[in-house]
């Protein structure tokens, strides 16, 4: 059974930094792909960064990009998202996710199956 448990959510300031953690388990693919999707109360859920987890090629949201990066410790079974510089419009419920052959979320050239059950982010002005 493949367990997906994010951590790391918190309040903070505009302009704080947060680390994201997602915890895999039970998870038998190798050389495929991770990422993190974020939700706002009332906005529909959208990607936020994807990792090739055979290569370490990664892809960013326009929104993100030279803010946060995504990183995976492969020996810890660890996906981390590191986000600098955090907006109040960077508020959502972030959510972890892992391809599988049956996803139907695409995003960043990856297909999604798995998905962790959110860690909270709010960033006040």
């Known amino acids: 059974q493949v367990q997906l448990v994010e951590s790391g959510g918190d309040s903070v300031q505009a302009g704080g930094s947060l680390r994201l953690s997602c915890a895999v388990s039970?998870?038998?693919?190798?050389?495929?792909?991770m990422g993190w999707f974020r939700q706002a109360p009332g906005k529909e859920r959208e990607g936020v960064a994807v990792i090739s987890t055979g290569g370490g090629s990664t892809y960013f949201a326009d929104s993100v990009k030279g803010r946060f990066t995504i990183s995976q410790d492969n020996a810890k079974n660890t996906l981390y998202l590191q986000m600098n510089s955090l907006k109040p419009e960077d508020t959502a419920m972030y959510y972890c996710?892992?391809?599988?052959?049956?996803?139907?979320?695409?995003?960043?050239?990856?297909?999604?199956?798995?998905w962790g059950q959110g860690t909270q982010v709010t960033v006040s002005s």
């Open positions: 039970g998870y038998r693919y190798s050389n495929r792909c």
């Open positions: 996710a892992a391809w599988g052959e049956y996803g139907r979320i695409w995003y960043g050239g990856c297909r999604f199956d798995y």
